[in-house]
């Protein structure tokens, strides 16, 4: 199981960014797909999460209206487009897999993630 995330970069504020997980050797569609993001001297924290079957989504309060979720089975991918970028959105951003369930009103937990990405760092800044 492999995840790589990219998409980072240095922006600055009102920007937009989209981040992409590439996952390979398993099957996308069996598993929820979810970016976490770790600011500095924070906790890693659950930004958004799309669940494996419906498509339903989660998103934390910091990043909602702002932030879209989406996956592409076909192609083993899962986009975070990141519009009006802020300066506290500053972190590196990782995905993760596993068979859990998120949704509107199931954040994705850290603790419940064993397949991780490598992280993009996003810096937001003037």
């Known amino acids: 199981v492999q995840l790589q995330a990219s998409g980072g970069g240095s922006v600055q504020p009102g920007s937009s960014l989209r981040l992409s997980c590439l996952v390979s050797g398993f099957r996308m569609n069996n598993y929820a797909i979810a970016w976490f993001r770790q600011g500095p001297g924070k906790e890693r924290e659950g930004v958004s999460c799309?669940?494996?079957?419906?498509?339903?989504?989660y998103y934390s309060d910091s990043v909602k209206g702002r932030f879209i979720i989406s996956r592409d089975n076909s192609e083993n991918t899962v986009s975070l487009q990141m519009n009006s970028l802020k300066p506290e959105d500053t972190a590196v951003y990782y995905c993760?897999?596993?068979?859990?369930?998120?949704?509107?009103?199931?954040?994705?937990?850290?603790?419940?993630?064993?397949?991780w990405g490598q992280g993009t760092l996003v810096t937001v800044s003037s």
């Open positions: 799309i669940r494996r079957n419906d498509g339903s989504s």
């Open positions: 993760a897999a596993d068979f859990v369930l998120c949704g509107p009103n199931l954040p994705p937990m850290v603790e419940e993630f064993d397949n």
